[in-house]
């Protein structure tokens, strides 16, 4: 069993891009998005797995070999949810002789610091699941179903949510154990899921690390980031 593995989250669409070809496969500064994420997670883990659509299976495996990486990195297909395709890619490390610490990080977000990567995989170590994340600048509001103010949560118990979000590999797996037989037994109580720490929080005990983000992990979400996230690729 390996240390710590990677899976780096891209096999969505990319709609509010409105790009013809998904995002995280937009060349910047002459490469492929998903690249910057895969080459920085080989500093830390081994292996990278890239989960992608399965029309664009070829396509990444011939990138990744076109760079040189082939060795360390593995792709499969994701599935039509985001978390699907960590459960895919989480089933799919197993096949790889699996690792005891799973870090997961969405391709779109090609800029993060290798400092945030070696930040969330010790507090993974540590305490068996970790998030990047960053104080929310902007005051949040809570709103009715009217849309008038419900309250105002105080602003310095609140984080933006990144990746990495690293984990235990049991621990991830048990928590998407449960969460598909409530989706299977008992759809109505399926929780909303938007990120893989969700999962843990619903489904175990453990409790998730805030671990130090950074404000330059921007997600490639709308055309406006793009010039943000090139930048920073430079
Ligand atoms: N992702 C994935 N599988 C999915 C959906 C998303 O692997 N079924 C990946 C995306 O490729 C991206 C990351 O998860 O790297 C974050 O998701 P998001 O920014 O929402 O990307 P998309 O779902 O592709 O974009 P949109 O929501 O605008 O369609
Ligand atoms: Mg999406």
New binding site residues.
């Given amino acids: 069993m390996k240390h710590a593995a990677a899976l780096i ?9 409105h790009s013809d070809i ?3 496969f937009l060349e910047v500064n002459g490469k492929p998005l998903f690249l910057y994420s895969v080459e920085k997670f080989l500093t830390f883990c081994d292996p990278v797995i890239v ?1 992608t659509s399965a029309d664009a299976l070829s396509y990444v495996r011939e990138m990744i070999a076109s760079d040189g990486l082939s060795g360390r990195v593995q792709v499969c297909a ?5 978390y ?2 960590s459960l895919n890619g989480l089933r799919f490390l197993a096949e790889c002789g699996d690792a005891e610490y799973v870090l997961i990080h ?3 977000r090609a800029a993060v610091p290798g400092e945030v990567i070696g930040r969330v995989l010790a507090d993974t170590e540590k305490y068996g699941a970790s998030i990047a994340a960053v104080p929310v600048i902007d005051t949040v509001k809570a709103a009715d179903e009217n849309g008038f103010v419900k309250d105002t949560p105080d602003r310095r118990t609140l984080f933006s949510v990144q990746t990495p979000q690293g984990f235990r590999t049991e621990l991830i797996r048990e928590a998407f154990g449960k969460m598909m037989r409530v989706r299977t037994e008992h759809p109505e109580n399926m929780p909303v899921i938007t990120d893989d720490a969700s999962v843990v929080e619903c489904f175990t005990d453990v409790k998730v690390k805030i671990t130090e983000g950074d404000y330059r992990n921007i ?1 490639l ?1 709308t055309p406006e980031d793009l010039p943000r996230i090139s930048g920073a690729l430079k």
């Fill in positions: 989250l891209a096999a969505g669409k990319g709609s509010r891009m998904p995002k995280q989960v994701g599935g039509r949810e985001r699907e395709s969405d391709a779109a997600k979400t």
